[in-house]
């Protein structure tokens, strides 16, 4: 198996492992949806309720939220200590070098660039997130005496939109963008230690070299770093960018007729994204795909929200 055949398996076995990791996090998030759905079959008439009374009501929905997500993030951190364990084992296979176990304690104490926030931190960050949007979505419709139903269907969505337009979907999708940010944090460091408790210190910043790569990660591509003193990826939410081990003259038979991967085929793999650009121009009517817009609380409101103990 060639470096590049070896890398595109191991991404293959990654993005499997992320389907895995949001399949028990969504499982989480239907549940709270139930929850939800429970505070609110007990309510008659939101404008009958006073201040005091629909306080209560989000106290209520914000505890069960708050124990969802706990119990999400407990699995979650496991399942990315197991991933930590296969990334590390899956590089010692591939270059012949020993395994480090252990490593989402590494992780864990690292900040993740695309946030600056550390794991344990980030997966929070989307819970006071969560919490703003019910808190704000509740007293909303009760300030504008919105039917009950109205106000279900705003948060667990609508069948003839088979759900999607709800907030639990939107929680899904934020869900999402955390989980593809930390599993390629966990899956770097537990690349970058591996390399490092083998003696190979020096990596390199490898983008995708497509017409959807942000302007961080074509400034990276190709840039050495030492493990430990220089940028690592996730540079941003949905980040694809990776790191290569700058290999010693012990792994010439690695280097020889190495490739790597475009979107128009694989391609010399000394070439970086600066050199491909000018040689693969976009053409006149491309555009880059419109991601949607989601609006993040400021960290004055994110402060204003209390945990539910």
């Known amino acids: 198996m060639t470096p590049e055949q070896f890398n595109k398996w191991q991404q293959s076995q990654v993005d499997i492992a992320q389907k895995e990791h949001e399949k028990r996090f969504y499982a989480h998030i239907n ?24 306080d209560k009501l989000i106290e209520q929905m914000l505890k069960a939220q708050i124990k969802r997500y706990s119990n999400a993030k407990v699995e979650y951190l496991i399942l990315l200590s197991a991933l930590a364990d296969y990334i590390s084992q899956t590089e010692a296979l591939g270059l012949g070098i020993k395994p480090v176990k252990g490593l989402i304690a590494d992780a864990v104490y690292l900040p993740i660039p695309a946030s600056g926030l550390l794991l344990d931190e980030h997966i929070d960050n ?32 609508t069948a003839k939109a088979r759900y999607t337009d709800g907030l639990i979907h939107k929680q899904k999708q934020s869900s999402k963008a955390m989980i593809d940010t930390a599993n390629q944090h966990v899956m770097t460091t537990a690349k970058g230690e591996t390399w490092a408790e083998n003696g190979s ?10 017409y959807s790569t942000t302007e961080i990660c074509r400034h990276e591509d ?52 600066s050199e491909w650009i000018k040689d693969n121009p976009p053409p006149e009517d491309w555009k880059p795909p419109k991601r949607p817009k989601r609006r993040r609380p400021k960290p004055s409101e994110v402060k204003q929200i209390e945990r539910v103990e």
């Open 31 to 54: 549940s709270l949806s139930d929850d939800l759905k429970l505070a609110l079959a007990y309510i008659d008439d939101l404008s009958k309720l006073s201040k005091r009374d629909i």
């Open 126 to 157: 989307l819970v006071l997130y969560n919490n703003k949007r019910l808190h704000d979505t509740v007293r909303f419709a009760w300030a504008n005496k919105q039917p009950v139903n109205e106000l279900k269907d705003v948060i667990v969505g």
């Open 201 to 210: 210190y020096k990596y390199r910043i490898l983008a995708t070299l497509d």
């Open 222 to 273: 190709g840039n050495l770093y030492e493990w430990g003193k220089g940028k690592v990826p996730p540079f941003h939410y949905y980040c694809r960018s990776v790191i290569i081990p700058e290999l010693d003259e012990g792994f010439e038979w690695l280097r020889a007729g190495r490739t790597r991967a475009s979107m128009y085929g694989p391609v010399d793999a000394n070439i970086r994204y």
